[in-house]
């Protein structure tokens, strides 16, 4: 990556810092705050530059820096990305700005000097384009100061290649993501991130080398699922799902299925499960808080 492309970001908290459209509307976020129940790990490393600094847009030296990348399945520019660094998060997960970030549009790449340390959560997100449809990323950064953080490998926003049509659904409807999971919600009792009512809803099984949480609490992620619009969330109640098949894993075995927040990256336990006496499915029992959003479905051994 060619550090001298990245595109400096201002970090004060003014209207007048702008960044690329992402195709997600929910700058300032979507009032779904919540609280942080799990842990998130980045695959990134965080390293003290020493005495060398930058200077944002506003001539304020930043007290940390964030340098990544973004990119498709397949390693390829995005038609329109978007990134926003939301934070500081405070102890109820509640989310001070969600800021846009400049992304260079020949690399991918971007710059982010943090004027204000704590808890943050990058988001990069993706609206649908020419019959692309995608998901997102979100996760949790702790930045201090000093801090030179390189997410090192490029940011994958995940794509799926089939979608369902819930236009003018009403009641319980099951929606199929594939072979294993299958979602069930009354579509007029969701919204999408940009305030409306879903009229397409996806997903994919997201293999591993696309994630940004690799363990929940000490535990490992051995299967993960990203969906679109990435962040559509229950306005009442929460979604229903299953998981028919077994992830590998003999009878009798017991899993945890997390949920990822998309506004603040926080994570929380939707659901336990015991894999079945046949090991065809894994028999869940949902949480009180359940799955109330649709952005990252992690399971977790």
Known sequence: MNRASLVPLCLAFVL???GSSDGDDDVGGDGDTGTDTGTSTDTGTSTDTGTETTTTDTGVEPLATIVGTVADMQGALLPSPGVQFCGPIDAEGNVEACIPVPIDAG??????GALKT???ALKCVHGPVDGRYFTGQSFQLTVAEGDMIDLGDPIVIPETATVTDVAGMMGPTAIVIDDVLTLTLD???AQTPDFVTPTVLGGLEVGAEFWRVSEVEGSPVI???SFTPFGTHATEGSFGFTLDGALGLAAGE???VYGIQKDNGSIHLAATGTVNMDASAIDLVPTVEGLHEL???LVTQ
């Open 16 to 18: 007048a810092c702008t």
């Open 107 to 112: 690399t991918g790449a971007f710059e982010i």
């Open 118 to 120: 704590g808890l943050w």
């Open 187 to 189: 579509p007029s009792l």
């Open 223 to 225: 299967a993960a699922w």
């Open 254 to 256: 017991a899993v945890n």
């Open 295 to 297: 952005a990252w479905l």
